[in-house]
């Protein structure tokens, strides 16, 4: 479940920084200074409210987390993080041009917030990750549930989640890759 909220975060990162470093070249009507110090602001309150956002929600479906059965369809973290940047990549696209056409009248405060929605959802990602260490179980959406984007993990249509030991999966907690030992 950590895997969705993370897949949009270094996409959303990445757009963000490239915007915000060609937004810099451009003086733009309030000039470079107004436009990274509002970008800098923007940044801060984006990352604020995207890593809070829904945490009620996203508690009450890990207190009812379900043990995962064997009918329950569980997918690899490579899939999800695909069939998430599949769904919302013409948004992730108009988002990005946004915030580049925003750097003509504010330079680098359209990348600056991009960023930091992408930051936010890292966050929230690493928050979620220290519930599935303290828990000591990954917590997981059945596919069936979420949107035909892939995402909203949190939405109307997940009604529990499903939970599974720490080592299942290809996930480590958080949404992370799994780190395998070096054979030596």
């Known amino acids: ?21 060609v937004g810099v070249l451009v003086p733009g009507v309030t000039g470079r200074r107004i436009g990274v110090m509002a970008g800098a602001a923007l940044f801060i309150v984006a990352a604020a409210v995207v890593s809070y956002l829904r945490r009620g929600r996203y508690t009450e479906l890990a207190r009812s987390a379900a043990r995962a059965g064997k009918h329950d369809v569980l997918q690899d973290r ?7 940047r599949r769904g919302h990549r013409w948004w992730l696209l108009v988002a990005f041009v946004v915030a580049l056409g925003f750097s003509f009248a504010v330079p680098a ?3 600056m917030l991009l960023a930091g929605c992408g930051t936010g959802l890292r ?9 599935e260490r303290a828990e000591d ?7 069936d549930w979420l949107a035909g984007n892939g995402g909203r993990p949190a939405g109307k249509a997940v009604r529990a989640y499903r939970s ?7 996930a480590a907690p958080g949404g992370a890759r799994r780190r395998t030992a070096a054979l030596v």
């Open 137 to 143: 179980a990954l917590l997981w959406v059945r596919v």
């Open 109 to 111: 405060a359209g990348g």
């Open 164 to 170: 599974t030991g720490i080592a299942a999966g290809d």
């Open 123 to 131: 966050l929230k990602a690493a928050w979620l990750g220290r519930r």
């Open 1 to 21: 479940m950590a895997v969705v909220v993370r897949a949009g975060a270094a996409p959303l990162w990445w757009a963000g920084v490239f915007a915000a470093g």
């Open 78 to 84: 490579a899939v999800s993080v695909r069939n998430w």
